[in-house]
């Protein structure tokens, strides 16, 4: 799910057909390696123990009919013609989706409505007459905060199972492939060699994540192709071999006359026909690797065609052989003459398959982590030419060690079909709520519209879920016991990161108190570049007031960075930082908020200094050329207005073209063209932070400023332009420091139990024992220096 083939072609309105279809071809091993090894165990799963099929076939038919109305149904229907269209700037996904939301409804917990995060050309707003004919079902979801939360828990459980998909689907898949060694052995060699074999290959397949999937991605389309190709003759072979009337099967009526006849059984053995579909969320969850219509193109026309012939093929030999439950399986389908080959590109397919959803797994909780939801992890970027391939050291170890133990623990296909189904369909209603809010508050159609979708395809996925949790002491209940557990985790994590953004909102410094620190007071300015880090984008962060109070002394040049994640999936580089100034141009003080989209990985420190000084040079440049004689300006620390020009208050986006008279993009063309600032209000609560909507017309009065390789752009630059500059670079030679605050988080006296636990206890070790701040914005440890501060919350 980590592969990016080229984000350039994510449109399919301007790619030929030629490009659609070589990315159709390459979305095979990514997108749907794990949706095309299901036959390997879902009619081994189905008939575990819960059915056993007549003379009559009536049940392998109607196992057949469930089959392929489940596939037409889901991934066809739902996913193909209706889900992937609910695009976030073409990205999809459980994230994508809540992010959507969250900018068209004021239902996030973040601050996520600042204008540091609508100064971007990616986030999209409702039009105002769109405001205006708010549906009342908007307005209760932004009235009520209990709402915001459930939607939050909402999202979390589904990423919750995303991870848990993560963790039985490389199990099941190899150890369905590997199987297959059985009818090459005797049974009691079987059962000691399928289990050792099986967590080799998962050990080498984890072992081999930190080189990243680019450097075997080429070979993992070719082996799905193969393996599609495969089934897909298997099946016409055993179609018209043994049982060329199994079409009938396909008609509804055979559901039916299943239900009735196998009674509970039957209903229960749904859990098993359910993987089926296990991997359809791939095919939204990747849909910004590629594009619509190369999804599209190879699910309806190879992916689809093949495995309703595999499955037919399936049913037509086991209604003329009739074997025992344990006999049932994948391979006693295929012809004993290319059973070695089939076994051969079944093991490479659940392989491509596993590497899929771990590649997956990686990206979702890098977005968890981006949006405050997940304790910090260290992200690696394997790749410095394809975008978004991550590898995550702790939780590839932590993954290999729970798929090893599941091996173990379960060790037949029952029992890790059980737990990977309900994890399946637990994502899949998720996903189907959160659609449906899309169709209402997004798409604007008729709250009709929306609760036929969520009925429909709810209804269908609810009956699956119910047949798969009446299994929870056969294998269900680890799904479950996993998602409670990361849960509990991320929503404390979550709460206590808002709780100290309050904490630090609430205790900022005025500017006046900064401006008049000085010799008079002891302090003194030191040579270097001082990066104050901060969640704050306005104000004096309490860690800096701290650290002058213990150290009278702070860097000649002073930047406090925000680095803030917008809910945005990607932010172009020419708007990344958002640059401005603190005090007056004498000060050398300026605040810098550089912005992330949540599936955007951050670059390494060297190359973040250096574009941060880049930018803080091109600021200066512009600052001065274009915007003395301005009549307006905003000022930053009391939120007015004024006449007067200043430069300490306006804040650009500084991107990396070339810098001339002309802006390169411009948010609102009604502006006048001297509008390149923005202001950001002072706020007096968090409440105002999280819905604050941008001021008056400056909401739009953004222009990108570029940057600028040639000094003498501007003929008129003066003298305290060259030394505000020769500051900036005599700094950057003295070197940089990291000042970060330190944390230690408390709850304040007379919380509840639960409170208490969860930050004093349950935050605090997360803390400790997770990563530091540090770590996850890559500073070099002998650049760090650390504040310590303690939120009483």
Not at 327 to 351: D, H, K, N, T
Not at 677 to 692: A, W
Not at 738 to 756: C, D, N, P, Y
Not at 759 to 776: E, K, M, Q, S, T
Request: charged share 15%.
């Amino acid at each position: 799910m980590d592969l990016d083939y080229g984000k350039c072609w994510n449109s399919p309105k301007k790619d030929s057909w030629k490009t659609v279809l070589l990315l159709a071809y390459q979305s095979l091993g990514v997108v749907y390696g794990d949706l095309s090894i299901s036959p390997l165990y879902v009619y081994k799963s189905t008939f575990a123990e819960d059915i056993h099929h007549s003379e009559t076939n009536e049940e392998i038919f109607g196992v057949l009919s469930f089959i392929f109305w489940t596939l037409t149904l889901v991934p066809l229907f739902k996913y193909v013609f209706i889900v992937l269209r609910a695009d976030d700037n073409g990205e999809g996904g459980t994230f994508a989706l809540y992010s959507l939301l969250c900018r068209h409804a004021k239902v996030s917990l973040l601050p996520n409505r600042q204008v540091a995060d609508e100064a971007l050309s990616t986030y999209k707003l409702e039009h105002p007459l769109e405001q205006k004919n708010s549906s009342k079902i908007k307005l209760l979801l932004e009235k009520h905060k209990s709402f915001h939360t459930a939607l939050l828990i909402l999202v979390l459980l589904g990423t919750c199972m995303v991870i848990g998909d993560g963790l039985l689907t490389p199990a099941i898949s190899v150890f369905s492939a590997v199987s297959g060694l059985e009818f090459s052995m005797s049974k009691e060699h079987h059962q000691y060699a399928v289990i050792p074999i099986t967590c080799f290959i998962l050990v080498c397949l984890f072992a081999l994540q930190h080189y990243g999937t680019h450097r075997i991605g080429f070979f993992f389309a070719p082996v799905v192709l193969a393996w599609l190709v495969c089934i897909s003759t298997l099946g016409v072979y055993n179609i018209f071999h043994w049982n060329p009337h199994v079409y009938v099967a396909l008609s509804p009526y055979y559901m039916f006359k299943f239900l009735k006849k196998t009674g509970r059984n039957g209903w229960m053995s749904l859990g098993g026909m359910l993987l089926c579909i296990t991997g359809s969320e791939a095919m939204f969850a990747d849909l910004g690797h590629f594009s619509y219509a190369a999804i599209q193109i190879a699910f309806t026309f190879l992916v689809y065609p093949a495995l309703i012939l595999a499955y037919m093929g399936q049913a037509a030999y086991l209604s003329k052989h009739h074997p025992t439950s344990y006999q049932i399986g994948f391979y006693v389908s295929v012809p004993e003459s290319v059973r070695w080959p089939v076994l051969i590109i079944a093991i490479l397919a659940s392989v491509v398959g596993s590497q899929a959803i771990i590649s997956g797994t990686f990206s979702i909780i890098n977005q968890s982590q981006s949006l405050g939801c997940f304790p910090r992890v260290k992200v690696v970027h394997t790749s410095d030419k394809i975008h978004g391939q991550i590898y995550i050291p702790e939780i590839n170890w932590m993954l290999m060690i729970l798929c090893i133990a599941v091996t173990l623990g379960f060790r037949d296909t029952k029992h890790m079909g059980n737990a990977s189904g309900l994890a399946v369909m637990a994502v899949m209603l998720v996903t189907t709520c959160l659609t449906s809010l899309v169709i209402i508050l997004c798409w604007h159609k008729p709250p009709i519209v929306a609760l036929c979708f969520l009925l429909f395809f709810g209804s269908i996925e609810l009956l699956y879920f119910s047949a798969s949790l009446i299994k929870f002491r056969d294998g269900a209940w680890l799904p479950i016991l996993l998602a409670l557990f990361l849960v509990t985790i991320m929503f404390v994590w979550h709460y206590a990161t808002i709780k100290k953004y309050e904490y630090d909102l609430h205790n900022k410094v005025s500017l006046e108190w900064l401006l008049a620190l000085g010799p008079s007071l002891g302090i003194a300015r030191v040579p270097g570049i001082g990066l104050v880090f901060s969640d704050l984008t306005s104000g004096i962060p309490a860690n800096f007031s701290r650290f002058v109070t213990n150290l009278p002394a702070f860097h000649r040049v002073l930047v406090f960075v925000c680095v803030k994640s917008v809910p945005v999936p990607f932010v172009p580089p020419a708007e990344r930082y958002l640059v401005g100034r603190v005090g007056p141009a004498a000060h050398r003080s300026y605040r810098c908020i550089v912005r992330y989209g949540y599936r955007d990985v951050h670059q390494d420190v060297d190359s973040f200094e250096s574009e941060l000084v880049e930018r803080l040079a091109n600021f200066i440049k512009y600052d001065w050329c274009h915007t003395h004689g301005m009549g307006n300006s905003y000022n930053e620390d009391d939120g007015s207005r004024s006449g007067v020009s200043s430069n300490e208050c306006r804040l650009a986006v500084i991107g990396t073209a070339a810098l001339s008279g002309t802006p390169a993009f411009e948010l609102d063309e009604s502006v006048q063209p001297a509008s390149v600032s923005v202001g950001f209000p002072t706020v007096e609560s968090v409440t105002d932070v999280i819905e604050m909507e941008p001021i008056g017309v400056l909401e739009r009065r953004v222009r990108f400023a570029i940057d600028e390789s040639e000094p003498d752009i501007c003929p008129e630059i003066d003298v305290q332009l060259r030394e505000e500059l020769e500051d900036i670079y005599t700094a950057q030679q003295a070197g940089t420091a990291f000042i970060i605050g330190h944390s230690h988080v408390r709850a304040k006296q007379g919380s509840s139990l639960l409170k208490r636990l969860a930050i004093n206890y349950g935050y605090n070790f997360l803390r400790r024992n997770c990563r530091g701040p540090d770590v996850a914005l890559k500073v070099p440890p002998a650049s760090l220096l650390e504040v310590g501060m303690v939120y009483v919350v």
